[in-house]
């Protein structure tokens, strides 16, 4: 079975950083583009990343750009964001999504992992 | 950047009701454009993709389409398991800068 898995959430300070994982199992994550997308509580979607399969291409929302950053692990079939300087804003569920066909849409979604940024 | 507006933001209807949703953008985007079902506490789910093409396993019941800037999903016969919020994205931008719609929550 396809499926994404993250991990990594949790009550972080304001000002404080933060590594989620995004782990794959039946298929081989660095021959996809994934993508990040978060939803502030009882909000909706925002997109806030892409690495292309070949980590030659990385793109961030402008609401995070400078502050985020993406790796892989391809021992681990793994994709971290490390997410710095957060502040309350950045309070929300992280997806990760793979781009299904290069193609901008995304399927599967992982379940999700809660990330709240609060003294 | 490309704004995705949804219309109605919430809608009321009946199993057996057929339902249409309106996804609208701030530009052409061709046929870039996707639609996800969200239930609560649970993730996204693709539904239609390239405005018109029904992901595998997703009920025919769903279909979408447009092109250009205005797109709609309709759901013939409502199902007890349709009522969810829904989303439009579009994927046109290059490089990515993908944007959401605000959602349209189906209640009954």
């Known amino acids: 079975e396809v499926q994404l898995v993250e991990s990594g959430g949790g009550l972080v300070q304001p000002g404080g950083s933060l590594r989620l994982s995004c782990a794959a199992s039946?298929?081989?994550?660095?021959?996809?583009?994934i993508n990040w997308i978060r939803q502030a509580p009882g909000k909706g979607l925002q997109w806030i990343s892409y690495?292309?399969?070949?980590?030659?291409?990385?793109y961030f929302a402008d609401s995070v750009k400078g502050r985020f950053t993406i790796s892989r692990d391809k021992a681990k079939n793994s994709l971290y964001l490390q997410m710095s300087n957060l502040s309350a804003e950045d309070t929300a569920v992280y997806y990760c999504?793979?781009?299904?066909?290069?193609?901008?849409?995304?399927?599967?979604w992982g379940q999700g992992t809660l990330v709240t940024v609060s003294s | 950047d490309i704004q995705m507006t949804q219309s109605p933001s919430s809608l009321s209807s009946s199993v057996g009701d057929t339902v249409t949703i309106t996804c609208r953008a701030s530009?052409?985007?061709?046929?870039?454009l996707n639609w996800y079902q969200q239930k609560p506490g649970q993730a996204p789910r693709l539904l239609v993709y390239?405005?018109?093409s029904l992901q595998s396993g997703v009920p025919s019941r769903f279909s979408g389409s447009g092109s250009g800037s205005d797109f709609t999903l309709t759901i013939s016969g409502l199902q007890p398991e349709d009522f969810a919020t829904y989303y439009c994205?579009?994927?046109?931008?290059?490089?990515?800068?993908?944007?959401f719609g605000q959602g349209t929550k189906l209640e009954i």
């Open positions: 999504a793979r781009d299904a066909a290069a193609a901008g849409w995304f399927d599967p």
């Open positions: 039946g298929f081989t994550l660095s021959s996809y583009e």
């Open positions: 690495i292309s399969g070949d980590d030659s291409m990385e």
């Open positions: 530009q052409n985007i061709a046929r870039y």
């Open positions: 390239a405005a018109s």
């Open positions: 994205q579009q994927s046109f931008s290059t490089p990515p800068d993908y944007s």
